[in-house]
């Protein structure tokens, strides 16, 4: 510290140290565009969180592995991860139980959408909760001019948010990380708190 005229000390300003994040996807185009905005769209909203997004494209305990490989590799580089944290849909995986059971052991959060991640994206643009077949969610998210192609739309309402994590904890009352919940949810706004600051 230095002084200054007049007896006044100049202080250092305090950092703020941003809360770091790894989210791993199952899927590799549509999820890690999603957490890529969100975090853009947040981080305008004053929120300090440094998220890194993943897509494996793999099934969900090959999601959850590969989140420990990389929060592993993070750590030993002097890099930890807060929160290491996996989005997955139920489909028809075999393999979302033994993701589960991994998930509780190396304290990775597990946030899973039922039947997948378009209900998700739907809950943006409707309140609508009616279980749709994977096809038929896939042209309704189309339709509504939310994806194109597996991919987000340029005018994705992402500032719907809000609405989009009501509906879900409405919908899912006892949401939890790690949790199957009933058809149609989504286990999002966990990650969406965490993004925000909660613990």
């Known amino acids: 510290m230095s002084s200054r005229r007049g007896g006044r000390v100049k202080r250092r300003p305090q950092r703020n140290f941003a809360r770091r994040i790894l989210v791993v996807t199952e899927g590799i185009r549509t999820e890690p565009q999603y957490v890529e905005l969100l975090n853009r769209y947040l981080r305008s909203k004053s929120t300090t969180a440094v998220v890194k997004s993943m897509g494996v494209g793999a099934d969900p305990f090959r999601v959850v592995e590969k989140s420990i490989e990389l929060r592993d590799v993070a750590a030993s580089n002097d890099k930890q991860y807060d929160f290491c944290v996996c989005l997955v849909d139920v489909d028809d995986h075999s393999t979302l139980e ?73 919908t899912d009352p006892a949401m939890k990380a790690g949790r199957t919940g009933p058809n149609p949810s989504s286990a999002m706004p966990l990650l969406v708190d965490l993004m925000r600051g909660a613990s």
Do not use: G, M, Y
């Open 98 to 170: 033994r993701a589960s059971r991994l998930a509780e052991r190396e304290s990775v959060l597990l946030l899973v959408s039922n039947l997948k991640f378009e209900v998700w994206l739907r809950w943006h643009s409707e309140d609508k909760r009616s279980a749709l077949s994977s096809s038929q969610l896939d042209r309704q998210v189309a339709a509504l001019k939310l994806t194109s192609e597996k991919s987000l739309t340029p005018r994705f309402p992402i500032e719907c948010v809000d609405d989009a994590c009501r509906i879900a904890r409405s």
